[in-house]
Nanobody
Framework: QVQLVESGGGSVQAGGSLRLSCAAS???????MAWFRQGPGLEREGVAF???????YYSDSVKGRFTISQDKAKKTLYLQMNSLKPEDTAMYYC????????????????????WGQGTQVTVSS
């Protein structure tokens, strides 16, 4: 049973930056890893994905502002968030794909089997 623990959330003014971390209890480098978010009254949205080969994908809403990366040796996933906007306010979750060596082709929440508890990001205007 993989455990994922997010950290790094907080409150920031618009235009600011935050770096989220997701520490895994075991090696996740062979899986598609992702950051999802869920704002109040909204559905969970996938915002950034990275596959085992290091290729990254972003939702249009964060492209150019967020960067996903991972340190496989440290079993840690990161999300660098710059130029934050009030609409980025949400609970952010990291997630691991269901099967190893499967690329991040389908970026639906149903394709991810392990989730962290989330870390809150609040951006004020």
């Amino acid at each position: 049973q993989v455990q994922l623990v997010e950290s790094g959330g907080g409150s920031v003014q618009a235009g600011g930056s935050l770096r989220l971390s997701c520490a895994a209890s075991e090696y996740t480098g062979s899986y598609c890893m992702a950051w999802f978010r869920q704002g109040p009254g909204l559905e969970r949205e996938g915002v950034a994905f990275v596959n085992s080969g290091g290729s990254a994908y972003y939702s249009d809403s964060v492209k150019g502002r967020f960067t996903i990366s991972q340190d496989k040796a440290k079993k840690t996933l990161y999300l660098q968030m710059n130029s934050l906007k009030p609409e980025d306010t949400a609970m952010y979750y990291c997630a691991r794909g269901r099967r190893p060596w499967v690329p991040c082709d389908s970026r639906s929440a149903s394709d991810f089997s392990y989730w962290g508890q989330g870390t809150q990001v609040t951006v004020s205007s």
